[in-house]
Each structure stands twice: as structure tokens, then as C-alpha cells.
């Protein structure tokens, strides 16, 4: 059965340093992986899709790495800002299953003026 | 315009009674997915349709049914609520559930509580 990590649970920088989320799954035979932010009482907005092809997906300030032999995904956010601040959801889609992302439970970011 | 809407934003109720939260994309997509995120955040799949076929059916008590009148339509009514059942629920389309376009829309959820 698929797992999916995400340490830190909680994270908290000063506006300006860059932001390094982890995300870990336990069975690398996936379709792809998804991060999403989760804005307090909202729901959730799609930020970078990553098929398990992939290296790496940038999109503006953020840019995500998928190591799929090691079970591991990074999101990158430079030069973080107040409006950064949420929770931040990794998604992973089984390689055999459609449609059934498995999520982790998320970090939770603030970044502090 | 708002993608995937759902309705209501605020479920209040009494155990026992049965409920229904309605969701609507206006995204053109194939396929639609309920969620719930519990007390501790995580997002479980509950349910999935496309094309108003259901393809998904995770381990959910049967006091749950979803409906999906067409594509663009999936509602979830839950029978003899119970207080478990106190989570926000969430609705989210993608264009397809099989190929690699199936990057996921999100509802703005509805937190239901049970008294």
C-alpha cells in the first residue's frame, strides 16, 4: 500500500529565504505526482503536475523534482513571500490505479514578514 | 466564473439525518472525485465517476451514494449521519482519469458537522 510522508509538518521562514518542502512515498511504480496548495478554509489549487517521466517542473517561482528510484519529491519555492504562506499537499497517482491519488498530510507554512 | 462549485459551504446537523452536498464543474471535464479531509488534514478518495460511470469506490460505509445526473454533476447524499462522518468534504474534477491530463480542480469544500 502506497504511504506518503511530508516532513516537516510545520515550517516557518522570514520573507526572502527560499522554501524546500519534502515529500516521500514508499512504492516508486507511480503514474505521477501533484503538489497543492491549501489556503485556510478553501480548497485545493493545483501548483505542478509531475509525470513519473519527469525530473522536474518549473513553474515561476517554484520548481519541483521527482527521484522516483528513491521514493522522493521536492518543492522549491524561491524567495518566499507573506502570500506563500498555506499548506502545502503533495499527491501521488499509483501506477495502476486510476484516478486515485493518495495525499500526504501536508506542511504548513508561514513566512513572516 | 468559479470551475468546480459546491454546495453548501456549511452543513450543520443532527445525527441520524440524511443530507445531500451538490457539486457542479463548469470545466468541460470527464471525470469527477469526492474527497474527505479529516480533523488531522488528510484527503482520502471516496468516490470517483467518468462520464457518469463510477470507477472509483474506496472502503466508504454504503449510508454514502453519489449520484452523477450527467458529467458536469456529482452529488453525494448520506444516509443516518453519524458523528464520524464531521469532516469537510470535497469536490474536484480532472479532464480525464487515464491519461497524463489528469491534473485536479478543487471545490472550496463543505465542512460538515454532526451534533
Known amino acids: 500500500k502506497q504511504e506518503v510522508t511530508q516532513i516537516p509538518a510545520a515550517l516557518s521562514v522570514p520573507e526572502g529565504e527560499n522554501l524546500v518542502l519534502n515529500c516521500s512515498f514508499t512504492d516508486s511504480a507511480i503514474y505521477n505526482l501533484q503538489w497543492f496548495r491549501q489556503d485556510p478554509g478553501k480548497g485545493l489549487t493545483s501548483l505542478l503536475l509531475?509525470?513519473?517521466?519527469?525530473r522536474e517542473q518549473t513553474s515561476g517561482r517554484l520548481n519541483a523534482s521527482l527521484d522516483k528510484s528513491s521514493g522522493r519529491s521536492t518543492l522549491y519555492i524561491a524567495a518566499s513571500q507573506p502570500g506563500d504562506s498555506a499548506t502545502y499537499l503533495c499527491?501521488?497517482?499509483?501506477?495502476?490505479?486510476?484516478?486515485?491519488?493518495?495525499f500526504g498530510a501536508g506542511t504548513q507554512v508561514v513566512v513572516t514578514p | 466564473d468559479t470551475a468546480v462549485s459546491q454546495t453548501p459551504k456549511y452543513l450543520v446537523t443532527q445525527m441520524g439525518n440524511d443530507k445531500s452536498i451538490k457539486c457542479e464543474q463548469n470545466l468541460g471535464h470527464d471525470t469527477m472525485y469526492w474527497y474527505k479531509q479529516d480533523s488531522k488534514k488528510f484527503l482520502k478518495i471516496m468516490f470517483s465517476y467518468n462520464n457518469k460511470e463510477l470507477i472509483i469506490n474506496e472502503t466508504v460505509p454504503n449510508r454514502f451514494s453519489p449520484k452523477s445526473p450527467d458529467k458536469a454533476h456529482l452529488n453525494l447524499h448520506i444516509n443516518s449521519l453519524e458523528l464520524g462522518d464531521s469532516a469537510v468534504y470535497f469536490c474536484?474534477?480532472?479532464?480525464?482519469?487515464?491519461?497524463?491530463?489528469?491534473?485536479?480542480?478543487f471545490g472550496p469544500g463543505t465542512r460538515l458537522t454532526v451534533l
Open positions: 499527491a501521488v497517482r499509483p501506477g495502476d490505479s486510476w484516478g486515485k491519488f493518495q
Open positions: 509531475i509525470q513519473s517521466s519527469q
Open positions: 474536484a474534477s480532472s479532464p480525464s482519469s487515464g491519461g497524463a491530463v489528469d491534473t485536479q480542480y
